[in-house]
């Protein structure tokens, strides 16, 4: 199965002989280097090739897997004095291809990083290296009666280094916020070997807010090397509502009829018909088979205020036209409903030999009309979609189904997939929610920005990595690039920050 967003890119190959004869220098001088495992062999160096997305795709010069932060520092330092490219990794299970590496740089992993460092009870906090996996915090202070809220559907893999890098979200970020909104504070490495403490409450309250502009850098701004993050009461009860309809509109109308009756419920789902039967094919969690899109809502709260809030809920759904709502509040049966959520991006890889994963935003209250351009676009292009995605706050999940053996087809996902990207934009929305840009849309970044935008981006990057050594070619197009894709004007005729058009 391929889960694409583009077709496979590389990197241009560097001609220069001269250029390699220093990279060779480089990785000979990383083998005589402590607290590091250096890659080279083309076998293992396949491992590292890309993240989730898996269409994009290249072979870095060299892995390097360092077992301490002083062999993490070291690396960075020694990066940095050859002025070789550098790209962090975390568990790779990004889906915008901002892990691919770069093909004359060093791809540095922070696998080994995994020590849970302290946890604050009394002030609800846990610091943790960039290697600990989202799920193993919440497993951590489970015993506290803790957790911590932001949940991926790949939180079982996924790293916290990762979910900052990419600002993740999940089912709970609709109550809870994303990963922004439940990290405290950051302890990050510039490309100088610098490590330096940003947000924590013993710092400067008066100094800018760098926390927030840290959070979906991906990567290029410094290698995240601790992460302080907070961590929430569990509540005293939940329960999850299952809502079938025969209208895809009418579920996307009962959305903005939650938020509008003042209700912010923990979790709000949609899925619709072809995601409802791959999930259920796929892992039985009692889904309804003739339904045209579903909504999953979680409820939580005190146990005094639970079955108003269940009842408040039931009957807006009623009014919208749900013809069936049934309530679990077990955790047995809440487990198995989520678990039929949490497992539709591989579902629906059963269905189809490949599908191409988007990524965009829209205000709630064009859910609706935005489903149905979809649709559209659907029938336009040829392709089905499989629609299943975070409605409470309008992160969209369309999933494209196409077999990339069959000529054109590749080509045809894509476009469909940037019309959606464009449509999301002409909505008022964004490119995207929590994938992040990597390589994916770097495109529509010019679509979505104009070029005084993209300078004061390229500034940000330049005062952080001036030689733009940090991940280069991702998330932030150059103003070139803007200009062959058509989308806007060089400023001025010139073009800011030129040392970075390099990589």
Known sequence: MLITCVRSTRYNESSNSQARQVKDGFISALHRMTDV?????TTRLRSYESDGLSAIKGLPRVVVIPSTML?????????????????????????SGGATPHPEGVLVSLAKFREIVSIDVENRRARVQPGVTNLAISEAVSEYGLFYAPDPSSQIACTIGG??????GGVHCVKYGLTLHNVTGLEVMLMSGERVSIGYEESSSH??????????????????TEVEVLLTPKPEAVAVILAAFQEVSSAADAVGAIFADGLVPAGLEMMDRLAIQAAETFVHAGYPLDAEAMLLIELDGTVAEIDSLIEKTLTILKLQGAHQSDVERSEEGRTRLWMGRKAAFPAVGRISPDYYCMDGTIPRRHLAEVLERIGLLSERYGLRVANVFHAGDGNLHPLILFDANVKGELERAEAFGADILTLCIEFGGTITGEHGVGLEKINQMCVQFDDAALEIFHGVKAVFDERGLLNPGKAVPTLSRCAEFGAMHVHKGQMPHPHLERF
Do not use: C, K, Y
């Open 37 to 41: 495992e250096v890659i080279t062999e």
């Open 71 to 95: 062999g993490l520092q070291a690396l960075v330092r020694f990066a940095s004095e050859w002025g070789v490219p550098l790209v962090a990794r975390g568990a790779g299970t990004g889906l």
């Open 163 to 168: 979910n900052v890098a990419e600002n993740s």
């Open 207 to 224: 100094q800018p807010d760098l926390l927030a502009l840290l959070h979906g850098s991906e990567g290029m701004l410094g290698v995240i």
